[in-house]
């Protein structure tokens, strides 16, 4: 399968910052390529959730939580125990893994529109979804006592109202009750979805080639774990997405969400709970090694594996 164009601007961002090229998008327009890509991932995905069932919602969302929950527990013994990790490094680390990208996501939603695969409206409900519980897991694994924090007002503050999960549900309440006014807007939202994509990936792909000498850094483990640890994600999720009788594009985009490693909520929530974690290490893993394997290996391996390709 080729890779999608999107792929190409951060394959173009790799190669400008490996040229040492001064190329790089201004700090506040890659600000608005995010705000963008959520408020149209919830759009959408609001417009079409106002016509589904609600019970059937519910209890699909209760068991995504409870896997974005535990994906962190599976993490965090291998980065612990086997990468011999401090633990609140391999705590704060295995956070991110349980968390979602939602530039992972919008390239695996960009794939599934090119070739016109239908999946289930409410998947961008479950990219919120995917936000909070790894970070709550990883906290615990960390500080057993966070409840007795001072600063634990703050922490849950940012938890719930980080720019990610208020942009994704504003987007999503916003698309459900619009109805058909919501034609006015995606003209903007739905048009140029592809265009702002991959302005963002290009710079997306210059800010991974920057941390490529923290990947030496930090080893050969670290690298294996940003690949091996996205593969048990997606595994579970096909699993997941099988017991809860997904289409075939809701399996492959509920195996991108597993697959993902948060590099932007996360390390925000991470700060302020865990100010002594080192920030470093969690970055160059979700952003320098599993954020381009899944945009250029996983991906492709995931849609396959959903359409039956593969087995």
């Not at 394959?11 to 910052?17: H, L, R």
């Not at 070739?115 to 909070?132: C, K």
Request: proline share 5%.
């Amino acid at each position: 399968m080729q890779l999608d164009i999107v792929v190409g601007f951060f394959i173009f961002g790799v190669i400008a910052e490996l040229l040492r090229s001064d190329m790089r998008l201004p700090e506040s327009l890659y600000k608005s390529c995010t705000i963008f890509l959520l408020l149209a991932i919830g759009l959408k995905g609001g417009h079409a959730l106002a016509e589904s069932d609600w019970r059937d919602v519910i209890g699909k969302s209760a068991l995504v939580i409870a896997f974005g929950a535990m994906l962190p527990l599976l993490a965090f013994p291998i980065l612990r125990y086997i990468g011999g990790l401090p633990r609140i490094d391999a705590a704060s680390t295995a956070a991110h893994y349980g968390s979602v990208s939602v530039a992972t996501y919008a390239v695996a939603v960009a794939l599934a529109e090119s070739i016109n695969l239908e999946y289930e409206p409410y998947l961008p409900l479950f990219v919120a979804l995917l936000e909070v519980p790894a970070i709550f897991t990883g906290i615990l694994l960390a500080k057993p006592n966070f409840w007795r924090d001072e600063n634990r007002g703050e922490v849950l503050h940012e938890i719930f109202l980080n720019q990610g999960v208020v942009l994704l549900i504003g987007g999503i309440i916003l698309g459900a009750w619009a109805g058909d006014r919501i034609d006015r807007v995606m003209p903007f939202f739905g048009g140029l979805f592809h265009g702002i994509l991959a302005l963002f990936l290009l710079e997306m792909g210059r800010q991974a080639a920057t941390r490529l000498e923290a990947i030496k850094r930090y080893g050969l483990f670290l690298t294996s774990f940003g690949v091996f640890m996205p593969l048990v994600g997606a595994s579970l999720a096909w699993a997941l997405a099988q017991f809860m009788n997904l289409s075939a594009g809701g399996a492959f985009l509920l195996m991108v969400l597993g697959s993902s490693a948060s590099y932007i909520a996360v390390p925000a929530a991470m700060r302020s709970a865990l100010p002594k974690a080192d920030a470093g290490l969690s970055i160059t893993a979700s952003l320098a090694i599993t954020f381009p394997f899944n945009v250029l290996v996983a991906i492709p391996v995931y849609l396959a594996l959903a359409m039956g390709d593969i087995l």
